[in-house]
């Protein structure tokens, strides 16, 4: 089972700041199959991010990301009001998908 | 495409549970469906997938032998039988298509509570 570590836990910033979150995995992530979550509380989570670094549909450009292998990143280059919400990062590179524990983007 | 969950349930531990994930909006049969879930206070655990078109199946190791997946091709439906319930398993329980892209489309999820 490949296991993802983000980090950090929690990152506490005001709107307009720069985001970074990190996601390490435990073995390469195969074809770079990496992509990033975005959950609110009560809401379903959203898919922001596939193939490591192509944003979904409907995604604004503050959002990117890069990575390969075992290391990724996660970028929000600007946070809006409607970002602050936990991150997940989720490999589906092998038939067992796994998430990591969440990073929380939180008001400062 | 969208999939829509059934509501809320409530169980006594001991119990079973099965919560169903209707997709529309695209070929049902083109996609998998992953099933995630949510323990409060916790983050997002995957428990397996099922393949529209075969019905084939991959479930995590932690719920082997506990959780039965399966999907209704006539009406476009996918299922999550849950058995042997205990607290633990209060969770808000998630569907989501399983794509190329990864996790694409999500159910609205479906609270689970155990408790005598």
């Known amino acids: 089972e490949i296991v993802l570590t983000q980090s950090p836990g929690t990152l506490s910033l005001s709107p307009g700041e720069r985001a970074t979150l990190s996601c390490g995995a435990s073995q390469s992530v195969g074809g770079n199959f990496l992509a990033w979550l975005q959950h609110k509380p009560g809401q379903a989570p959203s898919l922001l991010i596939h193939s490591a670094s192509k944003r979904a549909t409907d995604v604004p450009d503050r959002f990117s990301a890069s990575g390969s292998g075992t290391n990724f990143t996660l970028t929000i280059t600007r946070l809006e009001p409607e970002d602050f919400a936990v991150y997940y990062c989720?490999?589906?590179?092998?038939?067992?998908?796994?998430f990591g524990q969440g990073t929380k983007v939180e008001i400062k | 495409g969208q999939v829509v969950q059934s509501g809320a349930e409530v169980k006594k531990p001991g119990a079973s549970v099965k919560v169903s994930c209707k997709a529309s909006g695209y070929s049902f049969s083109s996609y998998g469906m992953s099933w995630v879930r949510q323990a409060p206070g916790q983050g997002l655990e995957w428990m397996g997938w099922?393949?529209?078109?075969?019905?084939?199946?991959q479930y995590a190791q932690k719920y082997q032998g506990r959780v039965t997946m399966t999907t209704d091709t006539s009406t476009n439906i996918a299922y999550m039988e849950l058995r042997s319930l205990t607290s633990d398993d209060t969770a808000v329980y998630f569907c989501?298509?399983?794509?190329?892209?990864?996790?694409?489309?999500w159910g609205q999820g479906t609270t689970v509570i155990v408790s005598s």
């Open positions: 989720q490999q589906y590179s092998s038939l067992h998908y796994t």
């Open positions: 989501a298509r399983r794509s190329a892209l990864g996790l694409d489309v």
């Open positions: 099922i393949s529209g078109l075969n019905g084939k199946t």
